[in-house]
């Protein structure tokens, strides 16, 4: 009973936001592929929005973004992000990245210090370095960056945190996190996610950003401490991979230069263990549910079949109810509005209100600690220590 009361004050709080149309904000996309059309979607359904610029670095590729998403009078000769930006009269109040990872750092640095305020796609960036870059641009800049973690929104993963903030799970020592695909390394429009130039990390930061941000948002971001990591790439590097060979494409073998599974044990500030796994491919259903253990309850998350940073079923907290050993099922919220949406109206409304990023560099900076860290253990062969330099 309880818990329907809370989701209704959830639901309620949802429906009552409204948009001020008055003042629109001018947006410009960098990067127009296939999350940009997501992007898109989302951003045409504000009121207060005008979307004024775009770009991408293949020639034609923005013009024929704008004119099959239908939007009119966008300018879009530009050869690449600093020529867009450098372009002041288009008093752009904010920018969305949608480019491949390598490219995430870079115009983000650029876009904020010309004092503009970004949205960027995830994983926040490659390395840790990138990553400390873009946060200290921010701070000089004052303006507002948001990483793009949509499943933030999401009504579950924020219950995740209520119960994990309400006490319920007592101290928590201990979490086991990740899943990932059997057969899902991602090519569908080509080579971006699996090519070193571009994607840099694999599913080390593809999905399994996600899952450290579900739980490590959780618990309130500590800090980590060390790692030890691994990697590999069976599965991409094979060209015997059924859907490269599906798909026509076992050269993609060759092209394959990240990961396609990484593993790690990590030591996080108040003596959390955290236990991650996550693959692209693997010849298993899932390497196991997310779990929190709690010195008075544990919750499980079953892991999704295709992890795209949801809640895969009702979730489960094992508690004692007058010393006896307790299951509670946490059924799933159904949320009826769209991730992306969300992801979007949060951006713009901290712009106008003048309010924090909807999820700030701070904590993401940590997200990047842990993926930065398991790359470079797992090429070490040994547990470092992670050390995130001062903003
Ligand atoms: N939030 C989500 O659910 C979600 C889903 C898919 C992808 N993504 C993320 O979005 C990013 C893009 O993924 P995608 O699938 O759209 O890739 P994509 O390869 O389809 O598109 C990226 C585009 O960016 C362009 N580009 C790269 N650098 C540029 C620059 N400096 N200036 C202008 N254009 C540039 C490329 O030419 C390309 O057209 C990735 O980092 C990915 O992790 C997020």
């Not at 293949?58 to 879009?76: H, L, Q, R, Y």
Request: aromatic residues 8%; charged residues 25%; hydrophobic residues 40%.
């Amino acid at each position: 009973m309880a818990l329907d009361k809370d989701l209704d004050a959830f639901k309620d709080v949802r429906e009552t936001k409204t948009v001020d149309a008055t003042k629109k904000l001018r947006i410009g996309f960098i990067g127009c592929g296939w999350i940009a059309g997501a992007h898109m979607r989302a951003f045409k359904k504000q009121p207060d929005v005008e979307i004024v610029a775009g770009c991408d670095l293949i020639p034609g590729k923005a013009a024929a973004f704008f004119e099959k998403n239908e939007v009119e009078g966008v300018k879009t000769d530009y050869a690449s992000h600093k020529e867009m930006l450098d372009d002041e009269s288009l008093n752009l109040d904010a920018v969305t990245i949608c480019t491949y990872n390598r490219q995430h750092a870079e115009p983000a640095i650029y876009a904020l210090k010309k004092g503009i305020n970004v949205l960027l796609e995830k994983p926040f960036t490659v390395t840790l370095d990138e990553a400390v870059e873009v946060c200290r641009a921010e701070k000089e800049s004052g303006k507002l960056l948001s990483i793009g973690f949509q499943p933030r929104m999401d009504a579950n993963m924020k219950m995740i945190k209520k119960i994990v903030e309400s006490g319920e799970l007592g101290q928590v020592y201990y979490i086991q996190t990740g899943g990932g695909r059997r057969r899902g390394i991602p090519f569908p429009y080509g080579t971006t996610f699996i090519e070193d130039k571009t994607a840099g990390i694999g599913a080390l930061g593809d999905i399994g950003c996600y899952s450290l941000d579900m739980v490590l948002n959780a618990i309130g971001y500590p800090k980590p401490l060390t790692v030890s990591g691994y990697k590999s790439a069976f599965f991409g590097k094979d060209p015997n991979y059924p859907p490269y060979v599906k798909a026509g494409h076992p050269e993609y073998a060759e092209k394959f230069g990240v990961d396609d599974f990484a593993a790690a044990f990590v030591r996080l500030e108040g003596g959390i263990i955290l236990d991650f796994r996550i693959a692209w491919a693997m010849n298993l259903d899932t390497p196991g549910d997310t779990i929190i253990m709690g010195t008075k309850a544990s919750l499980r998350i079953p892991s999704t079949e295709c992890w795209n940073g949801s809640v895969g079923g009702p979730m489960t907290l094992y508690h004692n109810v007058c010393g006896e050993p307790t299951k509670t099922e946490i059924p799933i919220i159904s949320m009826k509005e769209n991730l992306f949406e969300l992801k979007v109206r949060t951006f713009l409304d901290a712009i106008k209100e003048g309010t924090a990023a909807p999820v700030p560099s701070s904590q993401i900076l940590y997200n990047q600690a842990i993926i930065d860290g398991i790359a470079k253990s797992a090429e070490a062969g040994r547990e470092i220590e992670i050390e995130i330099p001062e903003i």
